[in-house]
């Protein structure tokens, strides 16, 4: 057992996959000697050389297509796009060549790559360097979509996603970086498509992902503590696939369900679940599917005005609790 | 703006550094493709062809030229004009075809189209449909070889209209700084869709003049040649083998029909077709043939066998049912499935 | 009274704002001179002249970038992306830049232009041209998107979304182009933010966008006819702004909710509707709320396969029954 | 392949095309901006600004050389980088601090941050923080002024980084082809964020070499010697205003601090940045005003008023509060809310 920031298990994940493999690339703009913007591939670049960890130009279409061109002719890539809203730069290759390259060809062609980038608000960057925009990858057939919240699912889902024979979308979240977990000793590799329940209840289901799940445990503990309100919180940790047994069955359990998301409120990805329980588990429900967002609107750069936007604690627990109460 | 054909080469006849095999391969490769591509234009007067189509009939000359030059383990990135491309690598007439016609005999089985031909026994590694998007992954391509240490060199086609589209700019840089073993090949035949090419950028030739840009060699050569296109072809594939980098070449060369399927072509000045006719590459090429002193007996025997493998396909396409719906959703997924959730 | 086609009322309602407002200019690839290659744009070019109707070289973020330049600075451009998913390889001005700039300048400006692109599948175009993304432009606050089923709706919408101050995503379907309809002589104006109820039904809502609306109403006539299920079909017409009083009026007559959506399912329009249904009109309804949509898979080019893919009357008709009798 | 800071021009005392009225402009320009970002560096040291920050220190001489050229109607579009851009059009510096403190008093209250000053009224139309974003996008604003008969220029200024991403290859194109009133002007400080630019990039010149493929002049100057970037941004505004297009110019220079308030750029060769120090623009520039016989009060008076200025915007946005929390939906759309439905 160690403690590890989170931006240190990114490092730590890559190179244990790095070690294991010797087909696993990184490039990226500035992850080599800088280490990255967010230092999360400090020393890749001295463990594993230049050949193998490459800074790139300002080119994020040459990233994604180098690193789907290599995937697809023999190597693992993981490519880092600096800040998830960037991917619209080089969207294309998310939306419409990577994940569409296997079923076009029939299975000729297989695109074995990951993707990292940093993700979420939080850190007062305005509203184009602060999206969570795990729904932009969501939506796509052919791709897998994970979002950590912890050091440990980092190290363990960063595994699995190289391991993985798909195009896979993994969000970092920015405000987590500085964050701080127990992590243990060797190899950890960990399953795409599995939710976690992280603290059990009975009386309400609340679905967060990433910087959302420490917020939602802690609403909890206040609905529980203050409101005698028995919530059990998953974290989702994986979009696609995407883990419906275990919210099915906790939504059967508690009959309400609640999301937790970053993103602005249209076609977040607690849309989709919340249409998939609306559908399959609807005469277990007690009461309405409740979703708490971000207002459906770009992030304003001040402190003051950021955090009112992304959803809190206080508010998680408030709106819970009057919907729970009313 | 518009360049004129250029007036033929002048005979190498007395220096043959191409030799009669690659010659004659050449050849057969330009009539094969040249038939197909015919073949495919009644299939789809004959509604046989339903989705879209977009014939090189014309280009011919560089899709053999590189297609004879190419290697084994060679690797070609095409465009959706890019059938071509595919027969020149060795894959079948009717795997081609019958895509076309989305049968299940097609090279995929009628799930990616006739803008998408992949066969990757035969090193075609896709055709691309949204306009640049395969330059970088050709890079990529590229990239592993150099990385690993294999002897392959990736070729990327594409066409004039190409080269104002972002991903040429970072793919051609990238190529260079990296210093991969990548040549990429301008089809340069006018047009856009609809557009000349010279309506629309700031240089008169969109890939040549710009090859400065990436501290590359002009390279712009008659692409209706299929000898100068192999000889083109041939050098940069060696560099490339070598160690030495990417090119960038632009071959100037016209489309005899329309766009797609659905262009008649209007939009040509009077007179333009014609005088490119008369720079056919077949016609060319049979008369370089004569020239290097090939018979008439070997020129009709390609030209007879030609027909019959393209008579043949057509038969095998016809025959060829529908591909079973269960395709429909496999291989979304590595696991050969589609499945999002548990 | 005329006979118009869809393509040919996308014409039309260009060229009505464009002869009323002098700032209105249209750009795009192969519009100008020949027309465009859905020949939607036919016309224009002869009748505007070649300062207001371009050709562009094939450089999508030019195209979008200069769009928003001209708009943000005095003209109302059109600018044409052929097929919609083209969007991304210019997605950082539909995502990032169009949708925030006047959020970020705290109001200093304005970005009032149009985007039209070819959106939709059902004519063997396969994966990367026949892609329902609707929801990629609906997710993104700022925008707003909307996507006409008749040549009536084309022009009313489209002068409109011209006259918004707004970046509007104008989503014609392919599939509709050569569709016919009756169009009102004179000048036509629609408003932006209004679903239509072209079928009133009691027993179930049916929510229907673009190619998707007359299979729908074919459905409800097979529904009514063959298994005496009255039910109300309904145009949404409009993603963003959302008309969700009708959507919960009709669910508060129904009780039952279905959507047929043309996209993949994650994240398609009608998540976002289904979980609004879900949350405020829980007590309205009387069973499961189910979206019928083309699988998440990719699109297959061959027409037996993309046939199978997309929903059609039967399927729809089929699914409803069974749902409301089960 | 990294440039050498350049001697100084040879003075040209003898023969003033400049005048002493944009002199004096010039210098008061480079020392607020630097006075300012200077302030805007200790205020991140005191916690008072808390997003990132992005300063040109070092950089000056290009904004107040393209500052004191452009005339009142021109259009600037910048980058993250942009405060110097922004003040040198005549925004104010309380409204440029204020925004990096994210007050009510910054230029957007708080609601765009540091990388994304604008100030329309000054014709700044913002800041633009994705890379290559903006070229495009000045391209509309200078095609508006063509297509209205407006006699205004845009001027676009970007990284040499930039050069490397597809939106500046499209840009360029674009504007030559449509032959639109717009000036691009590529800082080149060396590098990227923490990369040097000639590792990632194919030509010497990120800008400048490749100017030919888009049949347009290259143009690189020293960006540290405000005059030589005045007489350089006047002769391609003038040729803007006259119709005869666009022109991209390359300005040499070096940033003195990091890339971001993150860095403490660790990544340059020892040595460099002293060279730099040495032709540090205000430098040269105090200097060349002597040189034209400004006397010392002159300079010491506009310095001290320049610090004067910057202490009376400090205290001003010190005591500026945070703006009213409805900012938060307001201006999604333009009724001024953020409705997305009814
Ligand atoms: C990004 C993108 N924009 C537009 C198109 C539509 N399109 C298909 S082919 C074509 C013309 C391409 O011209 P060129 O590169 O010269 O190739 P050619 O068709 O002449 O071989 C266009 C604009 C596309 N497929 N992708
Ligand atoms: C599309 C995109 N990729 C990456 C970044 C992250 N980024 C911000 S500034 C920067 C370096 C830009 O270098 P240059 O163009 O030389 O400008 P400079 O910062 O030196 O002024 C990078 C990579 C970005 N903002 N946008
Ligand atoms: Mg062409
Ligand atoms: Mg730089």
Redesign the pocket.
């Known amino acids: 057992m160690a403690e590890l920031t989170y931006r240190e298990a990114v490092a730590r994940g890559i190179a244990q996959e790095m070690q294991r493999d010797n087909r696993v690339v990184l490039l990226g ?1 500035d992850i080599a000697k800088a280490g990255g913007v967010f230092k999360a591939t400090v020393g890749l670049y001295e463990q594993f050389g230049p050949l193998r960890v490459r800074d790139t130009p ?1 080119s ?1 279409q040459a990233i994604l297509g180098a690193a789907m061109g290599a995937a697809m002719t023999g190597l693992r890539p993981i490519a880092e796009i ?1 800040f998830s809203d ?1 991917l619209a ?1 080089c969207f294309d290759y998310v939306a419409n060549e990577m994940p569409k390259l296997r079923y076009m060809t029939n299975g000729q062609l297989s695109c074995p790559l990951v993707i990292r980038t940093g993700n979420g608000a939080g850190v007062r960057f305005g509203a184009q360097h602060s999206q969570s925009i795990e729904n932009w990858t969501m939506m796509i057939p052919g791709l897998k979509v994970v979002a950590p919240s912890s050091p440990a699912d980092v190290i363990g889902l960063m595994a699995a996603a190289v391991r993985d024979d798909n195009p896979v979308i993994f969000h970092e979240h920015k405000a987590l970086y500085a964050m701080k977990g127990e992590v243990p000793d060797g190899e950890i590799v960990d399953t795409l498509g599995t939710a976690k329940i992280l603290r059990p209840g009975k009386d309400c289901t609340i679905l967060a992902l990433a910087l959302m799940v420490p917020r939602a445990l802690e609403a909890a503990e206040t609905l529980a503590r203050e409101h005698g309100i028995d919530a059990e919180v998953i974290d989702v940790r994986s979009l696609v696939p995407l883990d419906t047994q275990t919210m099915l069955g906790s939504v059967a359990k508690t009959g309400r369900l609640f999301t937790v998301e970053e993103n602005p409120r249209l076609l977040g990805w607690g849309a989709e679940i919340a249409s998939i329980v609306a559908d399959e588990a609807f005469w277990d429900l007690d009461g309405p599917i409740v979703r708490i967002t971000t207002p459906h609107i770009p992030l304003p750069a001040a402190d003051h005005l950021e955090d009112l936007a992304l959803p809190n604690a206080p508010r998680i627990a408030e709106k819970i609790m009057r919907v729970m109460n009313g | 703006m518009a360049q004129k054909p250029r007036p033929a080469a002048a005979s190498a006849a007395g220096n043959d550094d191409i030799g009669t095999e690659n010659r004659l391969e050449l050849y057969r490769l330009q009539v094969e493709i040249r038939d197909t591509e015919k073949r495919a234009y009644d299939l789809f007067l004959q509604n046989l062809i339903k989705g879209t189509s977009h014939l090189s009939l014309g280009q011919e000359a560089i899709a053999a030229g590189f297609g004879v030059a190419m290697e084994k383990g060679d690797k070609s990135f095409c465009t959706y004009r890019g059938h071509a491309h595919t027969l020149a690598r060795g894959a079948s007439m009717e795997g081609m075809l019958g895509e076309l016609m989305l049968r299940d005999i097609g090279l995929m089985r009628g799930k990616g189209g006739s803008m998408h031909l992949t066969s990757v026994e035969h090193g075609v590694m896709g055709s691309y449909a949204i306009i640049g998007a395969h330059l970088p992954i050709a890079c990529g391509s590229a990239w592993r070889a150099q990385y690993l240490g294999e002897k392959d060199v990736t070729v990327c086609f594409f066409g004039d209209g190409t080269t104002n589209i972002g991903a040429f700019h970072e793919a051609l840089n990238f190529a260079v700084i990296w210093k991969l073993p990548v040549v990429f090949v301008c089809e340069n035949n006018l047009y856009m869709e609809y557009t000349p090419i010279g309506e629309v950028t700031a240089v008169h030739n969109p890939a040549g003049d710009r090859a400065s840009a990436y501290g590359l060699d002009k390279i712009v050569v008659d692409g209706n040649d299929a000898d100068v296109v192999f000889r083109t072809a041939r050098a940069a594939l060696d560099k490339a083998r070598r160690g030495e980098g990417p090119s960038l070449i632009e071959c100037l060369t016209y489309r005899h029909s329309g766009h797609s399927r659905a262009d008649p072509a209007k939009y040509r000045p009077p007179g333009e077709l014609e005088e490119w006719l008369k720079r056919d590459p077949i016609l060319i090429y049979k008369q370089r043939l004569r020239e290097f002193g090939i018979g008439e007996d070997q020129i009709a025997a390609i030209d007879a066998e030609s027909r019959r493998k393209v008579e043949a396909a057509t038969e095998a396409c016809k025959a060829s049912p529908s591909a079973p719906v269960e395709l429909l959703t496999q291989d979304v997924y590595a696991d050969g499935g589609w499945a999002w959730r548990n």
Chains 1, 3 share one sequence.
Do not use: K, L, P, T
């Open positions: 703009e300002i994020e600096m960037f730069v």
